[in-house]
């Protein structure tokens, strides 16, 4: 892979996918993301993985997708372009995944970072949707992500206007879960990653499923899908060695099964 590079072993169970494209700020182009999607689905089949971090670099997470690549395209080339799937790819990873953000998390760069399931920000993060300055509007999943995360009046400022937020601002208004200090954001990342991963990894497969369900369907949908998730983590042999640990006043030892 050029654009994407894959780091295990630096703590049990968890992977660090780091976005390196450096000299265009991580800019978003079609082989990026789709190398980005491949390693993330790997990921999602190895067993000795449990929690994804995504980052970038010190400079950029990602300011956008690539506009050199963008300019010239039609309106049917775009609804073709072969990003599309990608994205799709990446949506669908059933494992947590963190960013782990500094400096620009732009256009697609943000819609990239809030397609993760937690976001920890370094305090040099800047947070946007400048697509309408280029006469377009966020085109993978920013009107509806930032709008769900952050509520109607505030994703209409970003995105009708373009601004950048301070990952402060990005804070307090929801839209990531903690601001660290500057250069601090892996370590805050892989100290969170850290404490899902002593989890019964199902149990948390499952837990991030029903969650994500809240965005896909009416409450009682979602409720019924929670049930069955629920009710099937008791196939597992997690659930009885969590509970019986319980009882046993002992710590458990999980393994995904
Ligand atoms: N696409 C392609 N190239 C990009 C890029 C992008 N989104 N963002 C930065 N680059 C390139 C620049 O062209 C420049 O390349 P050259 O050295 O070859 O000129 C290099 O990265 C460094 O960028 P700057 O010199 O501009 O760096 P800066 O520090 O002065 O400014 C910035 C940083 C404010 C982030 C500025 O680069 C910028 O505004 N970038 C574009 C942000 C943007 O509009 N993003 C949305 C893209 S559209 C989108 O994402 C659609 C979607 O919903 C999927």
Request: include cysteine; glycine fraction near 8%.
């Amino acid at each position: 892979m050029e654009f994407v590079i894959v780091h295990k072993g630096i703590k049990p169970y968890i992977a660090l996918v780091e976005l390196n494209r450096p000299g265009e700020l991580n800019a978003l182009n079609a082989q990026l993301v789709a190398e980005l999607a491949t390693a993330l689905q790997e990921l999602d089949q190895d067993e000795a993985i449990r929690v994804i971090i995504l980052t970038g670099n010190n400079k950029a997470f990602a300011a956008g997708a690539d506009i050199k690549e963008m300019v010239d395209k039609n309106a049917v080339e775009m609804l073709q372009y072969k990003q599309k799937d990608s994205w799709s790819q990446i949506r669908k990873i059933r494992k947590p995944t963190i960013a782990a953000v500094s400096g620009y998390c732009l256009g697609g760069g943000c819609e990239l970072a809030m397609t993760c399931d937690m976001i920890i920000a370094a305090e040099n993060a800047q947070f946007g949707q400048p697509e309408i300055k280029l006469g377009i509007i966020p085109g993978a999943g920013g009107t509806q992500r930032l709008t769900r995360a952050i509520g109607k009046a505030k994703a209409m400022e970003l995105i009708l206007t373009g601004r950048f937020i301070s990952a402060r601002e990005a804070e307090s208004w929801g839209l990531i879960n903690r601001v660290v200090p500057a250069g601090m954001h892996l370590e805050e990342a892989l100290r969170l990653a850290g404490l899902i991963t002593q989890q019964a990894p199902l149990a948390v497969q499952f837990a991030k499923d029903s969650i994500n369900q809240t965005f896909e369907t009416y409450l009682e949908e979602g409720l019924d899908a929670e049930r069955k998730n629920a009710s099937l983590l008791f196939a597992t042999e997690d659930q009885k060695e969590g509970m019986r640990a319980f009882i046993e006043k002992r710590k458990p030892v999980f393994k995904g099964k």
